[in-house]
Nanobody, 115 residues
Framework: QVQLVESGGGLVQPGGSMRLSCAVRGIIFSIYPMAWYRQAPGNRREWVASITNDTRSYYAVSVRGRFTISRDNAENTVYLQMNSLKPEDTAVYYC?????????WGQGTQVTVSS
């Protein structure tokens, strides 16, 4: 059974940092390009960052230079290190396969940036 479990969210002040994790079960993780997405209240889900199976990374303009995506194929986990957080980064964050998003969505993890 394929399962994605996101964790690491919470409340952080503007300018702070946070590291999200997404544990993936039930697939041959190493061959999948993976991505992080987010959805703020009232907005559509948007793409944040991607990492290929050979660890090339790509970022949305809004997070470039502040966020870093990485993966550990031995642990079947993809990470999102978020620095210099802004209130507009507040959203529920999800991971999934890049582009095709064929994997079942997890519950996401809430990130709230507020003073």
């Amino acid at each position: 059974q394929v399962q994605l479990v996101e964790s690491g969210g919470g409340l952080v002040q503007p300018g702070g940092s946070m590291r999200l994790s997404c544990a993936v079960r039930g697939i041959i993780f190493s061959i999948y390009p993976m991505a992080w997405y987010r959805q703020a209240p009232g907005n559509r889900r948007e793409w944040v960052a991607s990492i290929t199976n050979d660890t090339r990374s790509y970022y949305a303009v809004s997070v470039r230079g502040r966020f870093t995506i990485s993966r550990d194929n031995a642990e079947n986990t993809v990470y999102l290190q978020m620095n210099s957080l802004k209130p507009e980064d507040t959203a529920v964050y999800y991971c999934n396969e890049d582009l095709l998003t064929r994997l079942p969505w997890g519950q996401g993890t809430q990130v709230t940036v507020s003073s």
